[in-house]
C-alpha cells in the first residue's frame, strides 16, 4: 500500500454492541479523531413513541433521561444519536423483548445505523480537514476498516435477496433453547459432552452459543426451513452480515474469535467440524456457512447497500458515494468479536495478560498465547485473535484465551435503579454501596437469566439471602455489586488453577506466563474496561474481593473494543512498510500507551499513568465473604429446573388445612 506524503492516516472501527453501534476514527497516539454512535431504540420504545421519546426510567417527564446498558445516564448529542421510533417512521425497534427471555436484534436497522454513524464521521472529518488545510495542517484520510462485534449473535438471511429469512437475531442472551439444550445434554452421554467441549472449546449445551440457536431457526420457522431445503439459507454471526454487506464483493467470511462462538468450529484445525454440525443436523451442503479466516487480512472492498440512502441527507449520501468510489478503495481487513477485540484494545497482547470488561453482563479473557489451553474448572477455551503477518513468529500464530462470562453485570444497576428504585441515577450505586463497610451479612446472586462460566447453571436465577431488619437500601446496593465482583473472582480462581495445572505439565508455558507479570505469578494483575470500571466505588470493591495478590488496572483507552477492531485492521497489510499508523505491537504501545515517551517517563506522568486498585480487605473478610458466596450459589442454583417443583410434599398436596 502507497499512503500519499501529505495526509494524516485513520483506521475507522465499526463497533456493534447488544445496544448500541458506534464508528470511531482513531489516529497514531489512539485518539478519537471522530465518533458517532447510536443508541438503539428497544420494544420498550413503543410505549413512549407517540411522545417521540425514549424512557427507560417510566417516568412520564418529557425531560427523563435515557440510559445506556450499563445504566448510565445519557442525552443525545453530536455524537450520540438515541434512535427514534417515530422520528425515523419504522414500526420495528432495533432491539425487542417478544416473550420472556427472549431477546432479539433487527439486522437491518443494525446495517443502516453502522452506515449512518460512518457518515456522520466522514461529515465531521470534512469539516475539520478544511480547518485543517485553511491552519497548513495535513488532512486526515480513513486508510482502512474494523469491525468489532457482539459474538454468538445469529442471523440468517437469503442469499437470492440479501435480505433477513426469519426477521431478526437471536441475540447472544437469549435463552429460548434452554428446552432444547437441557434435553439434548440429558439425551447425551457425558464422555461424548466432554468429547464436544474438548473440540469446540465451550459447552455446546449452552443457550449462549450459536449452534442451538440455529438449530430453533430449523425447527420453528417455515420460511427458514425452506431456504435451508433450497439452498438459499445463509448463516452468519453479525460479522458476517455486516462485512457481506459492506463489502463490494459480498464478501461471506467469520473471523475464528467468531467462528469459536458458534459451537461448530474445531479448536485445533480452525475450520468447521463435521462432527459438530452432524450432531446439530446442519448440513453444510444445504446452507451457506462463512468461511472462516484469520482477525487481520484483506476481506473486501468498503461499500453501502443503496436501502440504507433513506436514513442520510443528500450532502452525507454525496460524501458518503465520493469515499466508496475512491482509488484505491478503502479495505475492510480487520475482525474481531468484541472481547476479543477488548482484549487487544487493552494490549494484553502476551500469554498471562487478562482483562475484564464491565458492560451489559462482564466478560474476562485469559491470555494463554498459541497454547490451546483446556479449562478444568468451567472456564471457556476460545480464540482470542489472529494476526498472521505479523513478522514476530509469536505473534503471527493463533492466540487462544481463557474466558469467563457474568450474564448479568451492568444490568443488574438498571434493576436496582428502575425496578427497585433505589437510585435515581446508577452514578449514584457506588456511593450509596460504600456508606456501608460491608452487606450485613445479605449475598446478591443476580442470576436474572441464569449463571455462565465457572457454573454453567441456565436454570438458576437472581437470589437475595440474609435479610434481616438490619438490611438498608445500602446493603442491597453493596451486595449487588458484590454479587458481580464474586462472579468474577470465581472465573479468574478457574483460569488460574487451569494456568498452574498447565504450568505443571508445560515449563516452557509456565516460564512464558510468569515472565509477563509483575509478581511472577500465573495471574497478577486484571485490566478493566466497561461502564462500571469507571466507578472507583466498584473497581475497590473488586480488588478487595480479589485480595493483595491481583492489580485492578483501568484502561487508558476508553473505547477498548473500538480500538482493538483499529489494530486488527491496521496489522493487516502483509508488508510492514505499507502500515501507515504502527507497524507492530510495540509501535503502538509506545504510540499509545507511552505518548512516543519511553515507558519509564510515562508511567510517573500522572496525566499518563494508569490508575490502579490494590485490596485493602483483610484475609477473613475475604474467607467469610466467599463462603456466604458458595452457599447462596447453591441456593440459587436450580432454581427453573422441573426437580425443584417437584417433592414428596407437592405430590401429597391438597387443600385441606
Known sequence: MTVE????????????GTTSTRVILFNKKGL????????????????????????SNRDSSPDAPLFSAEGVAIEANQYLEIEDLDNEGRIDPTLRFPKPGWV???????LANVVQCFTACLVSVATVNKEREENGFDPYKVVCIGVANMRETTIVWSKKTGLPVYKYGIVWNDVRTLDLVTERKKNTPEEKQAYFRAKSGVPIFSTYFSCSKLRWLLDNDEKVKEAYESGDLMFGTVDSWLIYHLTKQKTHVTDVSNASRTGFMNLSSL???????????????????PKIVSSSEYYGDFSVPTNTKSRLTAYAWDLLKEFVSREPAVPIQGCLGDQSASLVG????KPGSAKCTYGTGCFMLYNTGPKKLLSKHGALTTLGYWFPHLDEKEHAEPHFAL?????????????????????????DVGPLAVRVPNTGGVVFVPAFSGLFAPYWDPSARGTILG????????????????????????????????????????????????????????????????????????????????GPCVKVKRSKIAESTAFGAAIAAAMAYENPSDRPLWKNFKDIKENVLYGGRPKEDAFKDPATAQKIFLSNSTTEDRRQGWTRWEAAIQRAEGWMTDSTYKSEATNDYDDSL
Open 346 to 349: 487493552q494490549m494484553a497482547f
Open 403 to 427: 474466558e469467563g462470562s457474568v450474564a448479568v453485570a451492568g444490568s443488574v444497576v438498571q434493576w436496582l435503579r428502575d425496578n427497585l428504585r433505589l437510585v435515581s441515577r446508577a452514578e
Open 5 to 16: 506524503n501529505k495526509i494524516v492516516p485513520l483506521v475507522a472501527s465499526i463497533d456493534v
Open 271 to 289: 475450520q468447521y467440524d463435521d462432527e459438530l454440525l452432524e450432531y446439530w443436523g446442519v448440513d453444510k451442503n444445504k446452507i451457506i456457512l
Open 104 to 110: 432479539e436484534c433487527n439486522p437491518l436497522n443494525i
Open 32 to 55: 478519537e479523531i471522530a465518533k458517532h454512535q447510536i443508541e438503539y431504540s428497544t420494544s420498550a420504545s413503543l410505549d413512549k413513541a407517540s411522545e417521540g421519546r425514549r424512557n
Open 467 to 546: 435479610l434481616s431488619q438490619y438490611t438498608t437500601a445500602s446493603h442491597i446496593a453493596r451486595a449487588a455489586l458484590e454479587g458481580v465482583c464474586f462472579q468474577a473472582r470465581a472465573i479468574l480462581k478457574a483460569m488460574s488453577s487451569d494456568a498452574r495445572h498447565e504450568g505443571k505439565k508445560d515449563k516452557h508455558f509456565k516460564n512464558e506466563v510468569k515472565d509477563n507479570t509483575y509478581e511472577q505469578s500465573v495471574l497478577s494483575s486484571l485490566s478493566v474496561d466497561g461502564g462500571m470500571s469507571k466507578s472507583d466505588e466498584v473497581m475497590q470493591i473488586q480488588a478487595n474481593i480479589l
